[in-house]
T-cell receptor, first 111, second 116 residues
Framework: GNSVTQMEGPVTLSEEAFLTINCTYTATGYPSLFWYVQYPGEGLQLLLK?????DKGSNKGFEATYRKETTSFHLEKGSVQVSDSAVYFCALDTGGFKTIFGAGTRLFVKA | GAVVSQHPSRVICKSGTSVKIECRSL??????MFWYRQFPKQSLMLMAT?????????EQGVEKDKFLINHASLTLSTLTVTSAHPEDSSFYIC????????????FGSGTRLTVV
């Protein structure tokens, strides 16, 4: 079946450090891939998405590239800020109206 | 852009009472809405898929008599937690899609339910 695996957290970084959160997936067909962010006490917000192989999604300095050969969609940011502290969810959608989420990775950024 | 409004954001209720959570799509029509439950430090678990004008489709293990879902219009779905117990305390989030596509869904801001 379809599944998403992402690195366990928490991830703790200093401000301006480089961020990578790994995400791999298993899916039949050609899924769309997403990263969502959840700030404390809030719902999820779509951060970025990619709908086909080799697409790069980007937003607010975050990037992720859809790698079909490695079934990965790793999230990166070159310089994190304290305000980036949140939980990040990798997700996939095969178009069947069901989004499959990873377990989430909590990021703490220290000033 | 697409906005989903979810109310209330927080609710505390006594054990044995029922609580209704509303999810509204503000600027689009949502034929399908989804209800998720999130346990502390865990991912979202899909509870049910709510279809406008028809019965909701529940995921395996979700009690349909306990979690009543109504999708009476294209902009409103409600989740009622009936006879709530402390173990129902959780974060409930709805999401909606305007149309079928490989597309990210819009999420509500969530409801923190505490049953005392």
């Amino acid at each position: 079946g379809n599944s998403v695996t992402q690195m366990e957290g928490p991830v703790t970084l200093s401000e301006e450090a480089f961020l990578t959160i790994n995400c791999t997936y298993t899916a039949t067909g050609y899924p769309s891939l997403f990263w969502y962010v959840q700030y404390p006490g809030e719902g999820l917000q779509l951060l970025l998405k990619a709908t086909k192989a080799d697409d790069k999604g980007s937003n607010k300095g975050f990037e992720a590239t859809y790698r079909k050969e490695t079934t990965s969609f790793h999230l990166e940011k070159g310089s994190v800020q304290v305000s980036d502290s949140a939980v990040y969810f990798c997700a996939l959608d095969t178009g069947g109206f069901k989004t499959i989420f990873g377990a989430g990775t909590r990021l703490f950024v220290k000033a | 852009g697409a906005v989903v409004s979810q109310h209330p954001s927080r609710v505390i209720c006594k054990s044995g009472t029922s609580v209704k959570i509303e999810c509204r799509s503000l600027d689009f029509q949502a034929t399908t809405m989804f209800w998720y439950r999130q346990f502390p430090k865990q991912s979202l678990m899909l509870m049910a898929t709510s279809n406008e004008g028809s019965k909701a489709t529940y995921e395996q293990g979700v009690e349909k008599d306990k979690f009543l879902i109504n999708h009476a219009s294209l902009t409103l779905s409600t989740l009622t937690v009936t006879s709530a117990h402390p173990e129902d305390s959780s974060f409930y989030i709805c999401s909606a899609a305007a149309s079928q596509s490989n597309y990210g869904y819009t999420f509500g801001s969530g409801t923190r339910l505490t049953v005392v």
